[in-house]
């Protein structure tokens, strides 16, 4: 109908013009994924006897894969089944319910999330890392820093106390910087949440945002080119030696130390309060404060208890 050309053509504009934004947007994490598998995937791929033992339902069950393998190749989306699945490249195409099958848009968001490196969350956006006290500039674009790069570091400044029998005796807090297995370790706490280098109380640690810092036998304190490397590390997943990300410990206990700012910030990381939340002594902007919470799917920090401590 030509009275519908000019109609089109304006669709057609809007599309493009969001493609493009898109385009220019931050590359793309597991939160921006996860929507659609929770509305197209789930409703199959969960519980017990799941198709080929596939999971979808959260982030560490997707990178875990079915019983033939991992289902998503960082960096490879046209070596991912999953992808090959969504196109209809491997058979039958997913979702198994289409069509509709996912539209151009969708397929190309899970494909640029594993191009990008299969990012767990929201990593801070750079304005708020510039922000921050002690922030680095970003590593090379294109560089995905994994455990044997920021190992050296930790083994030298670090493990000389952080190990079970160090200077200190045992290890200070019991935490062990030894190995990437006891860096990660959340079963009391976790210092280190994949991709959040705000949330993780070692990164605090050594930018001095939480105090004593780190290096507890400094200065010489970390420079900043570590500092940075250890950021891009955490933010990035967390990789381990093989260059996996590490999935989010949702659940998982947190304590953190910081300087409160404005609307619930500690530093530049915003917390979630709630009812159930307890606050002490009536926080005030500015203050150094102690945090104690649990880490959410998206890796952000639902605050259990909040008090100013002396610094
Ligand atoms: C209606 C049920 C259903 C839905 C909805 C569904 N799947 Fe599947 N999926 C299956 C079944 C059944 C298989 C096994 C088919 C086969 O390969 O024989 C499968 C297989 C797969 C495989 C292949 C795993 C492997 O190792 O070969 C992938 C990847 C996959 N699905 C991803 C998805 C994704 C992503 C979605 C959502 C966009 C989705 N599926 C939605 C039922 C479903
Ligand atoms: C000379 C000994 C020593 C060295 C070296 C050292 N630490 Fe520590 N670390 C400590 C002590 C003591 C504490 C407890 C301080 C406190 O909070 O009162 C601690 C606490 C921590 C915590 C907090 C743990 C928690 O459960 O909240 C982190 C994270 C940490 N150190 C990381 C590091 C990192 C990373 C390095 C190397 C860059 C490092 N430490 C080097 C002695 C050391």
Not at 283 to 309: C, F, K, N, T
Request: glycine letters at 10%.
């Amino acid at each position: 109908m030509p009275d519908n050309a000019p109609r089109k053509l304006a669709i057609t504009l809007v599309l493009a013009l969001l493609a493009g934004l898109q385009g220019t947007a931050a590359e793309p994490t597991y939160s921006d994924i996860a929507p659609i598998l929770q509305n197209r995937c789930v409703l199959c791929h969960a519980g017990p006897q799941p198709p080929l033992g596939l999971r979808l339902e959260n982030l560490a069950q997707l990178l875990k894969g079915s019983q033939r393998g991992p289902v998503v190749q960082a960096g490879d989306p046209a070596g991912s089944e999953l992808i090959k699945r969504l196109k209809g490249i491997s058979q039958p195409r997913m979702p198994l319910s289409g069509p509709p099958f996912l539209s151009a848009a969708e397929i190309d968001l899970f494909e640029r999330w594993i191009a990008a490196g299969l990012k767990p969350a929201v990593a801070p956006r750079a304005t708020d890392a510039a922000a921050g006290p002690g922030a680095a500039p970003a590593a090379t674009p294109g560089t995905m820093p994994n455990y044997s790069h920021v190992e050296a570091i930790f083994a030298r400044r670090c493990a000389k106390c952080h190990s079970p029998h160090g200077l200190m005796g045992a290890a200070p807090e019991g935490y062990l910087l030894s190995s990437y297995a006891t860096t990660l370790a959340y079963a009391d706490r976790a210092r280190v949440v994949p991709g959040s280098a705000d949330a993780s109380e070692l990164v605090r640690r050594i930018r001095g945002q939480s105090r004593p810092r780190m290096p507890y036998d400094g200065p010489p304190f970390l420079d900043e080119t570590e500092i940075s490397l250890i950021v891009d590390w955490v933010n990035q997943g967390a990789r381990d030696a093989q260059g996996k990300p590490a999935p989010v410990p949702s659940g998982a206990k947190v304590r953190l130390q910081g300087t409160l700012g404005a609307n619930w910030r500690l530093d530049t990381l915003p917390l979630k309060i709630d009812a159930k939340t307890r606050i002490d002594h009536s926080p005030q902007a500015g203050d150094y404060v102690q945090v104690r919470g649990r880490l959410m799917r998206d890796g952000s920090v639902l605050v259990e208890r909040i008090r100013p401590r002396s610094r």
